[in-house]
Every structure is written in C-alpha cells, then in structure tokens.
C-alpha cells in the first residue's frame, strides 16, 4: 500500500474515534447537566427558576477561563461543595466512569472556550 | 400427487386451528389469570414488566412510562389501588424529560432577572393520559404488582428508624441546603424543580425501605437515571429525610387551592 494511503486511514480512524468520544460527553451532557445548564449550556435549564442559586453559565468564556480543567473536574465528581460552591451541583461520582467526567470537561471546554482550544492554551 | 393433497388438507387443518386459537385463547385466559393478564393487555405496551431497567441512555431514551418489573418493591399497595382509580402525573417533566423540555421556545417562556429559561412543552402541559380501573380491578391489578419482587436484597437490609423525629421545617432545610433537592423535587405544587417525581406525595407512595435504598444508590435499581446517588449522606441525615417525606405526605396539599 501507497504510504499515502496509510496516512489518510490513520486520520480517517483518528477523526472516528475524536467524533464517538464527543458523542458520547454530548449525550451525556444532555441528558443528565441539561436538567440545570440547559440544553446549549447557557445555565438556563428547566429546573432554574425555582433555584435560590443559579448554575453554572458554560458559555461564559470569562468566567470558565479562570477555572482550571481539575476544578471542572472535581465539581462534577464530588459536587460543588468540594470546590467551595453551593450544594445544588451534587456529586456524580456514582453516575459517570473516570472517562465519562473527563471527556465531560473537555466537552465542556468546546462551550466556553472554543477559540481558546483552536489556538492551544494549556488549561491544566 | 397424493402428498401434496395431504399436504394442502393439513395446512387447511391447520388454518383453522390457528383460528379457533386465536378466538378461544383471551376468552380462557382471561377467566383465569385476571390481573396477570390485565397487566400483558393492557400495561406491558408501555411499561416495562420484565426488567431489566435501560442499560445505555439510547434504551433510556426509549422508555415511555416507569418500570413496573419491581413495583412490589417500590409502592404501597394503598397508593396504588387508589391511584389506578384516578390516575395523575407525578413527575412534572414527563417519565422521559428529554422529549418535554424545549429550549427555543415561544414568547411564553418563564422570566427571571431578565433571563430566559428551557421550558416544559407537549404532553406534560395537558393531563397525564392513562387507563383508570374501577375498584376492583385495581386491587387485582395492585395485588399482581405487589407481587413483582425481583429486587428484594436491596431492601431486605434497609429498615426506617422512625425514632429520628423531625418537623416539617427541619425537614425543608435538609431538602433545600443542605443536599439540594429540591432543585429537581417540588415538596409541594409547584414549589421546586421540574425534572424530578414529586416529593410531597414520595410518602404515601413508596415503601420506606425502597426510599433509604434508592436515595443511597438510585444507580442500583436503574443503572442510568438522572439522579445522582448520595452514598456518603450521613446515615441519620437520610433517616430524617425519608421520616420528613413520610410527613411531608400526611399534609393537605389541595387545601389552599
């Protein structure tokens, strides 16, 4: 086979596995982080109105720039409490695996912060 | 030759057994297996009867109606008789939310500090549309639901300390600060979230036991429900929470309205 050829399936497997793995934070994140985040993200879910304290805006570049990805991390598995926020984000630890939560932050990381991914920054 | 004609005369004989089968067969079994075969008429279409609970969250998305492979686990027999008789919704969104929640919605959308909300759309807006049973049948019914016990030794070890009193009050912070709840459960009409059942009617609903289990790990009894599990409340915290939702129950709640 033409090492070109080779080349061109390499990226044509990279881009299917990147592309299932996002697929699956999506569905993730719809089913369960919509109920308060909102179906895009905005922290505009169906249950915010009858919030004292509300979620989380995923699209507020500002704000989510000044968090690293092991803050993200830690707030979906142990909840809010664990990085000094209110209650109402429970801990998923019991719901999604290891890989889950992780591909979670970086799912994340494509609402607030997409420019930011395309140029490279280190997020930690 | 003559093998085909036996052929033909027996697939005629056939034919007609199908046929006297299909007619017999409901007449008979309805006479003797009454709410057993109720449930496979009538429930089974929608509801799940045999388990196992949705394994991934595209046979989760599926699900039309709650699972009733345990419900002798899950309910009270009294609730049940008397909520087949006159049917209503329990959870507001919808048994499968993700089908009733709109994000672009209309100029009707739910206002607060100038933002815009997802709201609730569709079938959730109009009454809950199911089968009412007349008295009898539903104590046969319930009786055959109360029957489906697969999921007897996630109870069997739980068991409500009733000596942990609490007031209606207490109970409130305990479901609004402390664990947060109520973002999802309303403890009375329209007071908290959407997404999740109803809190103020939990206590008349369900067994205490299948309370103090699913809090603790819902994921054990349906592997991809939206609530998370809390396995580290502490163990008096979850005592008071299933007492207070036992109380919580015995209040009017359509005395104001």
């Given at each position: 086979m033409?090492?070109?050829?080779?080349?061109?399936?390499?990226?044509?497997?990279l881009?299917f596995?990147?592309s299932?793995?996002?697929?699956?934070?999506?569905?993730?994140?719809?089913?369960?982080?919509?109920?308060?985040?909102?179906m895009?993200?905005?922290?505009?879910?169906?249950?915010?109105?009858?919030?004292?304290?509300?979620?989380?805006?995923?699209s507020?570049?500002?704000?989510?720039?000044?968090?690293?990805n092991?803050?993200?991390?830690?707030?979906?598995?142990?909840?809010g409490?664990?990085?000094?926020?209110?209650?109402?984000?429970?801990?998923?630890e019991?719901?999604?695996?290891?890989?889950?939560?992780?591909?979670?932050?970086?799912?994340?990381?494509?609402?607030?912060?997409?420019?930011?991914?395309?140029?490279?920054v280190?997020?930690? | 030759?003559?093998?085909?004609?036996?052929?033909?005369?027996?697939?005629?004989?056939?034919?007609?057994?199908?046929?006297?089968a299909?007619?017999?067969?409901?007449?008979?079994?309805?006479?003797?297996?009454?709410?057993?075969?109720?449930l496979?008429?009538?429930?089974?279409?929608?509801?799940?009867?045999?388990?196992?609970?949705?394994?991934?969250?595209?046979?989760?998305?599926k699900?039309?109606?709650?699972?009733?492979?345990?419900?002798?686990?899950?309910?009270?027999?009294?609730?049940?008789?008397?909520?087949?008789?006159?049917?209503?919704r329990?959870?507001?969104?919808?048994?499968?939310?993700?089908?009733?929640i709109?994000?672009?919605?209309?100029?009707?959308?739910?206002?607060?500090?100038?933002r815009?909300y997802?709201?609730?759309?569709?079938?959730?807006?109009?009454?809950?549309?199911?089968?009412?049973?007349?008295?009898?049948?539903?104590?046969?019914?319930?009786?055959?639901?109360?029957?489906?016990?697969?999921?007897?030794?996630?109870?069997?070890n739980?068991k409500?300390?009733?000596?942990?009193?609490?007031?209606?009050?207490?109970?409130?912070v305990?479901?609004?600060?402390?664990?947060?709840?109520?973002?999802?459960?309303?403890?009375?009409?329209?007071?908290?979230g959407?997404?999740?059942?109803?809190?103020?009617?939990?206590?008349?609903?369900?067994?205490?036991?299948?309370?103090?289990?699913?809090?603790?790990?819902?994921?054990?009894w349906?592997?991809?429900?939206?609530?998370?599990?809390?396995?580290?409340?502490?163990e008096?915290?979850?005592?008071?929470?299933?007492?207070?939702?036992?109380?919580?129950?015995?209040?009017?709640?359509?005395?104001?309205?």
């Amino acid at each position: 086979m033409h090492p070109i050829n080779l080349i061109l399936m390499g990226f044509f497997f990279l881009g299917f596995t990147c592309s299932l793995h996002a697929e699956e934070a999506y569905l993730n994140y719809k089913t369960y982080c919509m109920q308060c985040h909102g179906m895009h993200g905005k922290g505009d879910g169906v249950n915010v109105p009858a919030m004292n304290v509300l979620p989380r805006d995923h699209s507020d570049n500002k704000y989510m720039m000044t968090r690293t990805n092991t803050e993200i991390y830690k707030a979906i598995k142990f909840g809010g409490p664990a990085v000094n926020k209110s209650v109402k984000m429970p801990a998923w630890e019991d719901t999604f695996t290891e890989e889950e939560i992780q591909q979670l932050v970086g799912h994340i990381r494509t609402l607030c912060c997409e420019q930011e991914l395309v140029r490279g920054v280190n997020f930690r | 030759m003559v093998i085909e004609a036996i052929c033909e005369v027996e697939m005629r004989y056939s034919f007609l057994v199908l046929i006297l089968a299909l007619f017999a067969a409901p007449v008979f079994a309805g006479a003797a297996e009454g709410g057993e075969q109720f449930l496979r008429t009538h429930c089974a279409s929608c509801h799940d009867l045999n388990g196992p609970a949705p394994q991934t969250i595209r046979q989760l998305w599926k699900r039309d109606a709650p699972d009733l492979f345990y419900a002798g686990n899950k309910y009270r027999r009294e609730w049940l008789v008397e909520w087949l008789q006159k049917p209503v919704r329990i959870r507001p969104a919808g048994v499968n939310y993700l089908r009733h929640i709109n994000s672009t919605p209309p100029k009707d959308q739910k206002k607060k500090a100038g933002r815009q909300y997802d709201v609730l759309w569709g079938e959730v807006l109009k009454p809950l549309k199911h089968v009412r049973l007349d008295r009898k049948k539903a104590e046969m019914v319930a009786d055959v639901l109360m029957s489906m016990v697969p999921n007897y030794a996630l109870t069997a070890n739980e068991k409500l300390d009733t000596s942990k009193k609490v007031t209606l009050d207490d109970g409130e912070v305990l479901i609004d600060k402390v664990h947060g709840c109520l973002s999802c459960h309303q403890i009375e009409p329209g007071y908290g979230g959407y997404t999740g059942a109803e809190l103020y009617t939990a206590g008349k609903r369900l067994q205490p036991a299948y309370m103090l289990s699913y809090i603790r790990h819902p994921k054990q009894w349906d592997p991809k429900i939206w609530m998370p599990g809390y396995p580290k409340m502490p163990e008096e915290d979850l005592q008071k929470i299933v007492n207070y939702l036992i109380l919580l129950a015995k209040e009017d709640f359509n005395a104001s309205n």
